[in-house]
C-alpha cells in the first residue's frame, strides 16, 4: 500500500515487497586483519543459519539520509549493539549493495565514498573489500576485543545513483538495514531529507511513502512515519526478528536530469551497439 503524506501525524501502512540487498553483519574478528578479512562465514553472527544469542542484539539501528539533487544518497548509520563478547567480539562488518540492474541499461556499478567511521564517537580502524555484487566494510580493531556491554559504532558514505524514474517523477527504495541477521534488531529509526529540486511546491507533504519489515519477501510492516518541517520521519513499532530487516520505498513527484534523460542517453555504449545493430539488420 502507498501512503501520500497529508500531514504531520504518524501513519501505520503495509509495505512492498524488498529488493535492495543492505546487509550488516556482526562478527567476531581474529586477531590480524588478514584473519578478519576472511572471516568464515558459518561463524558470522549475519548468517541467518546461526541462532540467535540471548543477551546480545542490535538496540538501535538509526539512519539519516539525505538525498542529493543529482540522485546521490548521504547516509550516516549510528548502530547501537550489545556485545557478550559471543558474535560480536572485535567489531562488526557492513555489506552494501553496489550493482543495479535494469533491462535498458544493463548492471552499473554505484560509487561508494566512505566518509567516517567511529566508535563511541572515535575515529575506529576500517577497510572495505568487494564482495559478490557489492562492497564489504569492516569496522573495528582486530587486535582489540570490544568489553562486554553496549557499545555504539557510527559509519557514515555517500553512494551514488540511487534515484530510478517512476512516472513523472523518481523512486528511492532503500533496504535500510538488511535482512540477513541472526542477532534481533529492537528499534530502527530513519530520517530522510530531500532538496526542493525533487519536491515540487508541496515539499515534503507530495511523497508517497511505503515500507515494509520481515524476511525478504514481506509485503506488510510495522512502522509509523510523520513528516516535519524539514525531513520525513519512519520509525519501526515492533522489534526485527533474526533474518528480518526494515526497507523504505519513496517515491517523489519530480526526478534529476540524470533519470528523467531520454531512454538513449541513459543506454550503455553497448547497448546502443546492440540496438543500432539490430536496426541495421532489420533494414537489411
Do not use: C, K
Not at 8 to 13: D, F, N, W
Not at 150 to 164: K, M
Not at 216 to 232: C, E, K, M, N
Not at 241 to 262: K, M, Y
Amino acid at each position: 500500500m502507498i501512503g501520500t503524506i497529508e500531514s504531520g501525524r504518524p501513519r501505520h501502512h503495509a509495505g512492498f515487497g524488498s529488493a535492495l540487498a543492505l546487509w550488516l553483519l556482526l562478527i567476531g574478528l581474529n586477531g590480524t586483519l588478514h584473519a578478519q578479512e576472511r572471516v568464515d562465514p558459518a561463524g558470522a553472527a549475519g548468517s541467518a543459519s546461526q541462532p540467535s544469542v540471548a543477551g546480545e542484539r542490535v538496540r538501535y539501528f538509526e539512519v539519516r539520509l539525505r538525498l542529493l539533487e543529482d540522485g546521490m544518497l548521504e547516509v550516516s548509520e549510528q548502530i547501537t549493539v550489545r556485545s557478550e563478547g559471543r558474535q560480536i567480539v572485535r567489531g562488526i562488518y557492513r555489506d552494501l549493495a553496489t550493482q543495479r540492474f535494469d533491462l535498458w541499461t544493463g548492471t552499473r556499478e554505484a560509487e561508494v565514498q566512505i566518509l567516517a567511521a567511529t566508535l563511541a564517537g572515535q575515529p575506529i580502524r576500517h577497510h572495505s573489500e568487494q564482495q559478490g555484487d557489492g562492497l564489504r566494510i569492516y569496522l573495528g580493531d582486530p587486535d582489540r576485543p570490544l568489553p562486554p556491554g553496549q557499545h555504539e559504532f557510527e559509519l557514515r558514505y555517500r553512494i551514488a545513483d540511487q534515484l530510478s524514474a517512476q512516472g513523472d517523477g523518481s523512486r528511492l527504495y532503500w533496504n535500510v538495514t538488511g535482512n540477513g541477521w541472526s542477532l534481533p534488531i529492537d528499534s530502527v529509526q530513519v530520517e530522510l531529507v530531500a532538496p526542493p529540486v525533487l519536491l515540487g511546491e508541496r515539499g515534503l507533504l507530495a511523497l508517497q511513502v511505503a515500507a515494509h519489515s520481515g524476511p525478504t519477501g514481506a509485503t506488510g510492516g510495522a512502522y509509523d512515519f510523520r513528516v516535519d518541517d524539514d525531513a520525513l520521519r519512519l520509525q519501526t513499532t515492533s522489534p526485527l526478528q533474526p533474518g528480518e530487516g526494515f526497507t523504505i520505498d519513496i517515491g517523489l513527484p519530480l526526478a534529476p536530469a540524470s533519470v528523467s534523460a531520454p531512454l538513449l542517453q541513459q543506454l550503455t555504449p553497448g547497448h546502443r551497439y546492440a540496438l543500432l545493430g539490430t536496426l541495421l539488420l532489420w533494414l537489411y
